[in-house]
C-alpha cells in the first residue's frame, strides 16, 4: 500500500472459489476458513490507502455474495 497506494486505483485479489457447476466448498467453510483472512486483507487495504479492492473468481460463488460483501470487497 505504501509503495503504490496513491497511484493504484484497485488492488486485486485472486481466490478462486468457484468452478462451472458451483463452490469448491460449502458455506460454512468459506465462513471459517477464508473470510476472516479476506476480512483482514480488506480492512488493511483500506485503512492504509484509497484503493478499493477486487475479487477475481473464475466460477460461481453466488451463495457466498453477502459474506464478500460483509468482508469489505468492492468489487467483484
Known amino acids: 500500500c505504501d509503495a503504490v497506494g496513491d497511484i493504484v486505483d484497485i488492488l486485486r485479489f485472486g481466490d478462486d472459489l468457484g468452478m ?18 479476506h476480512t483482514q486483507l480488506n480492512e488493511y487495504v483500506h485503512k492504509n490507502s484509497g484503493m478499493k479492492t477486487f475479487l477475481h473468481s473464475c466460477g460461481s460463488i453466488y451463495p457466498i455474495i453477502g459474506d464478500l460483501i460483509d468482508a469489505g470487497y468492492d468489487v467483484l
Open 20 to 37: 462451472d457447476t458451483g463452490m469448491f466448498m460449502s458455506q460454512e467453510k468459506y465462513r471459517t476458513l477464508f473470510k476472516p483472512y
